[in-house]
């Protein structure tokens, strides 16, 4: 079965960098676009940065300059490394994964990681 296992999140101070991590088992790495999106308390599930089946990579416009995604083939990892954290990225983020091209939009993936808390004290 296909599973998803984030892992990397933790509570730090405006400034730091952190890296999430989400684990793939059970889907064809290469040929599935995996993203991942937040959500803080109150407010919609939102793109944050994503990779194409083709290896290109996305990223929010909230996000350019201080976050980047890269795949790991051999692990069949994706790593989003976010710095210079500011404390309105507080949120769940959850990697997902879909079988068809990219998109943004959260609905649109069949298959999702139970989440990790990023908190960033102002």
């Known amino acids: 079965q296909v599973q998803l296992v984030e892992s990397g999140g933790g509570v730090v101070q405006a400034g730091a960098s952190l890296r999430l991590d989400c684990e793939t088992s059970?889907?064809?790495?290469?040929?599935?676009?995996i993203s991942w999106f937040r959500q803080a308390p109150g407010k919609e599930r939102e793109f944050v940065v994503g990779t194409g089946r083709n290896g290109r990579t996305y990223l929010a416009d909230s996000v350019k300059g201080r976050f980047n995604i890269f795949r790991d083939s051999a692990q069949n990892t994706v790593y989003l490394q976010m710095n210079n954290l500011k404390f309105e990225d507080t949120a769940v983020y959850y990697c997902?994964?879909?079988?068809?091209?990219?998109?943004?939009?959260?609905?649109?993936?069949?298959?999702w990681g139970q989440g990790t808390q990023v908190t960033v004290s102002s």
């Open positions: 997902a994964a879909r079988g068809l091209i990219f998109t943004t939009k959260a609905a649109d993936y069949d298959y």
């Open positions: 059970g889907l064809a790495f290469s040929s599935y676009a």
